[in-house]
Every structure is written in C-alpha cells, then in structure tokens.
T-cell receptor, first 110, second 113 residues
Framework: LAKTTQPISMDSYEGQEVNITCSHNNIATNDYITWYQQFPSQGPRFIIQGYKTKVTNEVASLFIPADRKSSTLSLPRVSLSDTAVYYCLVGILGANNLFFGTGTRLTVIP | DAGITQSPRHKVTETGTPVTLRCHQTENHRYMYWYRQDPGHGLRLIHYSYGVKDTDKGEVSDGYSVSRSKTEDFLLTLESATSSQTSVYFC????????????FGDGTRLSIL
C-alpha cells in the first residue's frame, strides 16, 4: 500500500476555497486516489475518487498532476459544516484493505 | 446512510467477557468489512468478507473472529475482551465492481474495563 502524507490540520474561513494536498510518492501504476471525510462520532464518508487529471462532483474537485505523486482535494466555498477530518487514500480499485492514515483536520472558522 | 446499521452503538464491558458486534446492511452488497479506529492509527482493517461464509483476515485480526451466515449480517466477536481492544469499531460495505468505494456505518464505541 502506498503511503500518503497530508498536513495534520488546516484552518479556513467560511466561504473560502480550501485545498488539501496529499503526497504519495510511491503510487503504483494501478493505484487510484480516494478521499474520505469523517465527522466526529460518524464513519468515514466517500467524497471523490480519481486516477489522473481532474475529477469533479457536486461536493469537491480532485486535481492530480501528470506524475501522480500528489493530489489536491478542493472544497469550494466551505461552510462550518465542512469541519471534519479528511483522509487521502491510495490503492487499487476495489482493494479490501484501505490505509487511512491520520488525515487532515479541517476547521472552518466563522 | 448507505443502509448500514451497527449495533450496539455503545458498549462497556469487563476484561475477559465475550463481546459480539453486529453489522447489518440492506444494500445486498457482497463485501463487508470490520475496522477499528484508534487515536494516532487511523482506521485499521480487522477482517473482511467477500461472500456468505467467506472471510479473510486483515491487518489486526488477532483476538477477533467473524462470521457471515447471510448476506446482510457480519458479526465481529471478541472471544475474551482485553483492554487493548477498547476502540471505535466501524463496519463498511462495498458492492461488486472495481470502481466501487467502501461505505461506512456510524461505528460502535466499545470500552473494556
């Protein structure tokens, strides 16, 4: 499993765009990048998944450069309810063992 | 969310007692997983199932057993609970297909005194 490195914590004001970068220097050819969000007392919730370039859904965008050694989760116009821990995962699609690491704790400030 | 129910949501028990946690899904998904989450360790896979009566070990399986007698239920058993098994336990499910992510329940907080 490819290891990932994320900032431990980030703060942002409401209404701003937040970019959380994840480093995964040892990503393998068949690996995909997946992001989860976790609120206190809840299980992780799937946000977005991608292989290369850019992926966008109704919640977030995922930017992956050509070398795929990093990825950036972009959350547009965050609100207080986006305060959570965000996990970057790297692995093959459908992998049974997901490596979550310790994630990035995002705090949105009024 | 995602048709997953974990029970109980909270449990306090004593060292040496048996404990069984239940994960119930209404999605008819093939794959089911048990994780534990501890401070500083993220989530770690305990066991998983890829079909009825088909299970395999994860990263931290020692001291745990599982059973899946029907598609919708995946049970995690601590035969003789120890204080090191105090944790939050999450169940996850995944449907067949390579691009399907795992979806998680809301967890069971287990305290072993």
């Amino acid at each position: 499993l490819a290891k990932t490195t994320q900032p431990i914590s980030m703060d942002s004001y409401e209404g701003q765009e937040v970019n959380i970068t994840c480093s995964h220097n040892n990503i393998a050819t068949n690996d995909y990048i997946t992001w989860y969000q976790q609120f206190p007392s809840q299980g992780p919730r799937f946000i977005i998944q991608g292989y290369k370039t850019k992926v966008t859904n109704e919640v977030a965008s995922l930017f992956i450069p050509a070398d795929r050694k990093s990825s950036t989760l972009s959350l547009p116009r965050v609100s207080l309810s986006d305060t959570a821990v965000y996990y970057c995962l790297v692995g093959i699609l459908g992998a049974n063992n997901l490596f979550f690491g310790t994630g990035t704790r995002l705090t949105v400030i009024p | 969310d995602a048709g997953i129910t974990q029970s109980p949501r909270h449990k306090v028990t004593e060292t040496g007692t048996p404990v069984t946690l239940r994960c119930h899904q209404t999605e008819n998904h093939r794959y089911m997983y048990w994780y534990r989450q501890d401070p500083g360790h993220g989530l770690r896979l305990i066991h998983y199932s890829y079909g009825v009566k088909d299970t395999d070990k994860g990263e931290v399986s020692d001291g745990y057993s599982v059973s899946r007698s029907k598609t919708e239920d995946f049970l995690l058993t601590l035969e003789s609970a120890t204080s090191s098994q105090t944790s939050v336990y999450f169940c996850a499910i995944r449907s067949r297909g390579l691009n399907q992510p795992q979806h998680f329940g809301d967890g069971t907080r287990l305290s072993i005194l």
